[in-house]
């Protein structure tokens, strides 16, 4: 990890080297993440050393990385950049910010719910679900997943692939159902709709396995 202002990062390789991925986050972003996850403003946190071992943020850096490129929606990804954020913060900067963002009832993640259902192709982002709901991202986040057990994303996508599922049963074309539910290509639908139905789409539409639960 790079401070503001350092040009000078070197690493040096063992016999078998290395490989390495680069995700750029601006100072600017990193404090609108730490002021949402605090409730202030809050000074940018500096790094004693650009490289870190630490399952848990590489975990969480890889998957913004994968997000980024993988087609993942705009609330995703503000998600993704809100865990990596305070991971990076929490468990490799010099100094931790201080302060938690008040706190969010089962109102905030009701209004995010149908907010979600009413349009659920809409790329919409965490920012503007939150102030649709009053409060900051972050807790919008906690409350959603304490009142309904998934994050806003997760249920925006079960929305898209319930989509994705009656226009595949009505007879539209795999790569068609794919782009009018909200996902990046046909690819993308799969991957998505094995793990929440456990058959592919061709699968489905064939009736090879038969009727998928709702």
Known sequence: MVNPGNDDFSVRADALGFTYRIVHIGPELIGAVLADLTGRRAAPPLFAAPVVTDPLLACRLRALHAGLLGGASALRRDELLTGAVAAMVGRAATRRPRGACPAAG?????????????????????????????????????????????????????????????????????????????????????????????????????????????
């Open 106 to 214: 089962p109102r905030a993640a009701r209004i995010a719910r149908d907010r979600l259902r009413a349009a659920p192709l809409a790329d919409v982002a965490a920012d503007e679900l939150a102030a649709e709901a009053g409060v900051s991202r972050f807790a919008l986040y906690r409350a959603f997943r304490t009142a309904y057990g998934m994050a806003p994303s997760e249920y925006q996508r079960l929305l898209r692939l319930r989509t994705a599922r009656r226009l595949i049963a009505a007879g539209r074309p795999l790569a068609d159902a794919a782009a009018a539910s909200g996902f990046a290509d046909q690819s993308h639908l799969t991957r998505w709709f094995v793990r929440c139905y456990g058959v592919t789409p061709g699968a489905f539409r064939d009736g090879n396995r038969g009727e998928c639960p709702a």
